[in-house]
């Protein structure tokens, strides 16, 4: 069967047809599939009968995996797939781009559905690349010179009394170890050229701002992201895949589904290191992440 591809919106977001995830694929397939990836930035697959390995397996075709998480822990028996489940708090429902607090964060990232809620649970995917290309003149020129600082300690914004001992001991994880990691505010894309905002919820503070003005000028980029046209919105079904390019997108897992249960696994691909639009590289501050993820050439 050839591969179909169909496109799901304008800026975003494509279905993918004709493949099969449990089977190895040939190169033809998977250049293909790179290509729709560079593209559409997030693709959605068929994953019937596909375990932990064949996810990884599969994820593999487009570069070395992660662990599962820099923190928190992996699925039992495989230290290379991280859990993403209702029992574990709500840590997701905020815009990011996956684990930008470390030197090269991952380039790809797959989330196959393993318990799927009967109602809500959708992931959002924003297109950043579509965000920058909607910036006006001036304020894409601001952008181009800015850096951002990003920390897995981030301000939650939640009031410390809505925080129970399980939550806190959650957070008490997540940020185990402390890591903090500078980037360039626009992206540049290292095999297609394209420019996207690299910002998200770990992005803390602009480089020679203040907390206060960081945050609106932060605030002010991140509009652009989250506009409705730069969305795809997937509505979970049974035994799917979703692979996304975690370089020049943001995700959101969406909290309307009455705390039923919901679950899906993770594997990411190893990334390289940011490099702003004049082609410098982020660097770290604090943290070491080697143990987590070897860095793409």
Do not use: C
């Not at 790179?34 to 997030?42: D, G, S, T």
């Not at 209702?86 to 964060?105: C, I, K, M, Q, Y």
């Not at 109602?119 to 006006?136: D, K, M, Q, V, W």
Request: aromatic share 8%; hydrophobic share 35%.
């Amino acid at each position: 069967m050839a591969i179909e591809i169909h496109k799901v919106t304008a800026n975003i977001g494509a279905r993918v047809e004709g493949v099969d995830l449990t089977s190895p694929l040939d190169q033809e397939t998977s250049t293909a599939l790179r290509e729709a990836l560079n593209a559409h930035k997030a693709l959605v697959f068929d994953a019937q009968g596909l375990d932990d390995a064949g996810q990884q397996a599969f994820v593999r075709h487009f570069g070395d995996i992660t662990t599962a998480h820099p923190t928190v822990s992996a699925v039992d028996d495989a230290p290379n797939v991280l859990p993403v489940e209702s029992e574990g708090g709500r840590a997701a429902n905020h815009w990011h781009t996956d684990v930008t607090f470390v030197l090269n964060p991952p380039q790809a990232t797959s989330l196959r559905s393993i318990t799927v809620p009967p109602y809500g649970g959708e992931t959002l995917i924003a297109s950043s690349a579509a965000a920058y290309r909607n910036l006006p003149d001036s304020l894409r020129g601001l952008a181009d010179t800015l850096w951002a600082e990003h920390t897995n300690d981030y301000d939650y914004a939640v009031p410390e009394e809505d925080v129970d001992e399980e939550q806190s001991a959650r957070r008490a994880q997540f940020t185990s170890i402390k890591y903090r990691t500078v980037h360039p505010v626009v992206r540049v894309h290292p095999l297609t050229g394209e420019r996207g905002l690299f910002i998200g919820g770990f992005a803390q503070r602009i480089v020679g701002l203040s907390p206060g003005e960081s945050r609106k000028i932060l605030d002010l980029l991140q509009a652009y992201v989250t506009r409705p046209e730069n969305i795809l919105r997937h509505r979970w079904s049974p035994n799917q895949l979703v692979l996304f390019d975690n370089r020049i997108t943001q995700h959101y897992a969406v909290d309307n589904y009455d705390g039923r249960p919901r679950r899906l696994h993770r594997v990411t691909v190893a990334g390289d290191i940011p490099v702003g639009i004049e082609g410098k590289e982020s660097y770290v501050i604090e943290g070491d992440a080697s143990h987590y993820s070897p860095v793409a050439a």
